[in-house]
């Protein structure tokens, strides 16, 4: 059967195709409303399970699941749309209503309710966000595409006109991510069916590589996920390169205690630094004092990628440093750089778990 234009394509709706079909047989011979929603129905059932497995896949998981349905059953996007229309933001044509955006700086009127009376996305995309801010959220912060932009200056301006605090809304841009493979780039789009699921992907690289691959570009810049480097389990792969310091420090605190020097972390607070004198052990002092100020702009900003750029600079002046000093059975020096190697396993250890990646003991 041919997919009709405008219609989803892609290998992942053959096994749910088959699956109705052995279900439910002949059951719809003809496309009618009732068979319509019918496969509505089972098609957002099957989908949201998929989504729901992707999400949980990379460890992310919602407390609450808003429905549409649920908003227009609630009468809040008819009353939302009054409450617009009422603010004079709102005008008829052509037997729709628009919402008169050029008046206040944008580009186009938008139409609220088409001339059927079903409502647009936009429409119940306001509604959302009222009720958001009537469920008690002071911000609201949407990870949204770079193809919504036009749309979110509209439901910015509706809330403005609403009332609600310019504050309130804000948003996290993404480009679509592109795959590198061994065949090429391609592009993904959920509708022409390029895509590759996030299960897929965490089942074939582990769920740490895929979060901090994902996380590791300015969120509006286009990412390239190369899948051959992320395949790779040695220091060319970043997330790798950044755990083995960790790893490795580890790895010497065990060899410490072993050879009798350990350190306590009460010790290691008020432990003399003055011994640190190489210029790597410097550079790693600064460092890490701006680990804090890091965090904060990366928060700031919705820009992740700051603290991975951050680790992997951390990382950067570790190894060379690892390879070339000793640390141990190293007199007066040892304790401080024991001090040192201490306050970096920290920083690195809390720097991916900021980024919901472990800091692995051994590797």
Partial sequence: VPIPEGGYHGDYLVPIGEELAREWGNRYPEWTPQAAEAFRRVAVERMMGMIHEDLAAIGVSFD?????????RRGLVREVFEALREKGAVYEKDGAYWMNSTAYGLSRDPVLIRSDGTPTYLMVDIAYHVDKYRRGFVKVIDVQGADHVEEQQQVKLALRILGYPEEFLDYC??????????????RMSTRAGRFLRLKDLVDELGRDVVRYFMVRRRPGAHLVFDLELAKKTSMENPVYYVQYAHTRIASIFREAEKMGEPVTRDALRVMELSPLEDPDELALIK??????????????????????????????IFHPYYNRVRVLGQGEATPARLALLSALKTVLAKGLSLLGVSAPEVM
């Fill in 287 to 316: 460092e890490l004092d701006r680990f804090p100020d890091v965090v904060r702009k990366a928060a700031e900003s919705y820009g992740p990628h700051l603290l991975c750029e951050y680790l992997e600079e951390l990382a950067g």
């Fill in 64 to 72: 609450v699941w808003s429905r549409e349905g649920d908003l227009h």
């Fill in 173 to 186: 841009v993404h480009q679509f991510v592109t795959l590198k493979g061994r065949e090429g780039i391609e």
